[in-house]
């Protein structure tokens, strides 16, 4: 699982230092992981946070004497709760490791050390989810064994369970075909006892085969015999399964009524699609279902790939929708003759087809792909007096232990043909869980190409959004957001490539790119005559030289643009871990008039105390604050103490994210100064808004 990226840590902190619980803090969120913070000052505290606060993890410190770490594992103890706990010390000695052993830790983190908690935090949080998530799908499976059992009960088909050859469980409609009265009667009875004598041998090396692990066989007919001696036609289908833990076999078995001969007509017929002849979709997902289990008990590796035609709506248009059976079978054919007789082939949509082979490698996958796409791109197609040439768009999976699961492996199909569709068809593309780690190397490496062609060629664009007053003022004030257009002209949002920026260093060209082009739209603007200011973000990257300082001055003077208008954005945390540049940085800039303002603030287990330290000109709340503000008492009482400590120091206050008319009526009672978010305005390339 990977943690820290869509997920938050709720982490409980016992430690006397405020200064070295948010260190942890902003270390943990320098590595990625958002992390919400909590800390007792009293026993107290510990017991009501641990009653009303749902937590992952306990970080206590050994030496801690507000809170002792005897008092925090009685109480962690005592509430029953699945929450691991990391014992926090300077160094590790034995007498450390004996008494997290003793006391029932699950680890010991290094004070000082933040690769080492990092790894133990995420470890820890790592077998928490893994350990939750297995309890939330042994619930679900008893609820599905529970709902299985009652409708194996009601069906009418007669189902039993086998287990080495004995009966361990059978439904009513199996008991009346064999004259039993209930299950009593039949349990730990011998399946071969209900084969007529002249099968008995050959249904006995069947089971043999079955009970070395053998595949079933899709049917199997026989002749059965009844409680009284008389003997029926019968068709049987098994299926591997478990009940209360045993594997075993399900057996279906019906009655044959009609010729055996026609029976199979009937049965291939309920199999096969009518207009190319291949199998239709259930049956090709009951033959994908049984590789997969295949794959997940004994590591095989299968392929399935999902075939579908380029421009069909185009192709139909041309021959007319008359002709759509013909293209589709014509399709089909041309499929099937470069097929093995080992393969399976379905048609498994309206225009899309799928192929399964068994036992093939990557290699293998990718060279029956090609082989698909060739046969139909290098070849024509005839269909009554027309003649086309028609190409496909191929998306497949390594079927294998580390994606056996049918859900994600036709997601991943589907995608690598919507991939291939989109880049003009005619294309294959495979999915490799074994290769995950080189593919994402790829990736990366295409991403990072990406980032620095927008770089050179000034492809990043801003979206502006308006910082409403709620008191009157009449300032026009924007925040503005940045974007990468694609090679498309789509615009790509930064989540998607700020992180990949920062591993490889590009992260000061992007901080210079925005704060020039804020500075240039100033200078813009108050030719129009508007003074507007603009908000920008910057990261801590930017604080640790000299060279942004210059940019700025210069833009400055290039656009004759007023610093006054331009406020620069930090995060919180990463202003706690890098307080001195940060002091120092805003010292320069305040020199060009330029303002320096906190985002997520809020985020830290005392953030006032930073104010202490780096003087800040705005203060925007953490973003979380505005999660369901309407129907949150905490959020409400924590942004009302915000705004009343921020205006006792002559701060601004801005509420980010707005979602709804009874949030801005909180926040209007609050007494925070701005806000902005969709339901005042969304963000566009153009600042437009009417501020009057």
């Excluded at 209900?194 to 066989?217: I, T, Y």
């Excluded at 049956?283 to 994908?288: I, K, M, P, Y």
């Excluded at 990257?541 to 620069?568: F, N, P, T």
């Excluded at 994210?657 to 909180?666: E, L, R």
Aim: aromatic letters at 6%; charged letters at 25%.
């Amino acid at each position: 699982m990977q943690v820290g990226k869509d997920m938050v840590l709720r982490l409980l902190i016992v430690d006397d230092s405020v200064e070295a619980a948010e260190a942890i803090v902003s270390g943990l969120r320098n590595t990625g992981i958002a992390v919400r913070p909590s800390r007792p000052e009293s026993e107290d505290d510990l017991v009501a946070l641990l009653a009303n606060q749902p937590l992952e993890m306990v970080l206590a410190a050994r030496e801690a004497t507000q809170v002792s770490l005897a008092q925090v594992m009685q109480h962690v103890d005592a509430t029953g709760k699945d929450l691991p706990v990391l014992l926090l010390v300077d160094a590790i000695d034995d007498t450390g490791l004996l008494q997290a052993s003793t006391l029932g830790a699950c680890g010991v983190a290094l004070r000082g050390r933040m690769e080492q908690i990092e790894t133990i935090v995420r470890k820890e949080w790592t077998d928490l989810s893994a350990r939750r998530a297995l309890r939330r799908l042994e619930t679900q499976v008893r609820e599905t064994e529970r709902r299985c059992d009652a409708l194996i009960d009601s069906s009418r088909d007669p189902i039993a369970y086998v287990h080495e050859g004995m009966h361990i469980r059978a439904n009513s409609a199996y008991l009346e075909m064999f004259g039993f009265e209930s299950f009593e009667d039949i349990e730990g009875m011998s399946l071969l006892d209900l084969v007529a004598p002249q099968h008995v041998d050959e249904f006995k090396q069947l089971l043999k085969r079955l009970s070395k692990g053998e595949a079933p066989p899709p049917r199997h007919e026989i002749e059965a015999r009844t409680l009284d001696g008389n003997n029926f036609p019968a068709v049987m289908e098994f299926a591997a399964a478990s009940y209360e833990g045993e594997t075993c076999q399900q057996v279906i078995l019906r009655r044959q009524e009609l010729d055996p001969e026609l029976a199979r007509e009937v049965e291939e017929l309920r199999q096969r699609d009518q207009a190319t002849g291949l199998l239709n979709r259930p049956t090709f997902l009951r033959a994908l279902e049984d590789l997969v289990a295949d794959s997940a008990q004994n590591a095989s590796h299968h392929a399935l790939l999902l075939v579908e035609p380029d421009h069909y709506a185009r192709l139909l248009q041309d021959l007319g929708l008359d002709a759509a059976d013909d293209l589709i079978a014509a399709c089909a054919k041309r499929l099937q003759g470069v097929l093995g007789d080992g393969d399976t082939a379905a048609r498994f949509g309206e225009h899309q087809f799928a192929v399964l082979r068994r036992g093939t490698d990557y290699a293998g996958t990718v060279a029956l792909a090609e082989t698909v796409r060739a046969a139909f791109a290098d070849h024509v197609l005839d269909i009554d007096d027309h003649s086309l040439n028609v190409t496909a768009s191929i998306g497949g999976v390594q079927i294998g232990q580390k994606i056996a699961s049918v859900t994600a492996i036709l997601g991943k199909a589907s995608q690598g043909v919507q991939s291939t569709i989109g880049v003009g068809g005619n294309r294959v593309e495979i999915f490799d869980p074994g290769a995950v780690d080189r593919a994402e190397e790829d990736r990366v490496k295409a991403w990072v190409d990406r980032i620095r062609d927008a770089i050179d060629g000034d492809r990043f664009v801003m979206y502006y959004q308006p910082l409403i007053s709620l008191h009157g003022e009449p300032n026009e004030m924007y925040d503005a957001y940045l974007r990468m257009q694609g090679e498309q002209g789509e615009l790509v949002q930064p989540l998607t490539f700020l992180q990949i920026a920062e591993e490889h260093g590009l992260l000061w060209e992007i901080d210079r790119w925005v704060v020039g082009r804020a500075i240039a739209d100033i200078g813009e603007r108050l030719k129009a005559g508007h003074r507007t200011t603009l908000m920008v973000r910057i990261t801590e990257v930017s604080l640790q030289d000299d060279s942004l300082v210059q940019h700025i001055e210069e833009q400055l003077r290039k656009h004759a643009a007023d610093g006054q208008l331009l406020v620069l954005q930090l995060a919180e945390s990463k202003v706690f871990t890098h307080i001195k540049a940060a002091q120092a940085f805003q010292q320069k800039v305040a020199k060009l008039g330029v303002r320096v303002g906190l985002e997520q603030f809020g985020s830290g287990l005392n953030s006032f105390q930073l104010l202490s330290h780096f003087d800040a000109d705005l203060l925007k709340l953490d973003r979380a604050f505005m999660e369901d503000l309407s129907s949150n008492p905490e959020h409400q009482t924590r942004i009302r103490e915000i705004a009343t400590k921020a205006h006792e120091l002559g701060k601004q206050t801005i509420a980010p994210f707005v979602q709804d008319a009874s949030s801005m009526t909180i926040l209007f009672g609050a007494s925070i100064d701005y806000a902005e978010g969709e339901f005042l305005a969304l963000a566009g390339p153009e600042m437009n808004y009417d501020f009057s």
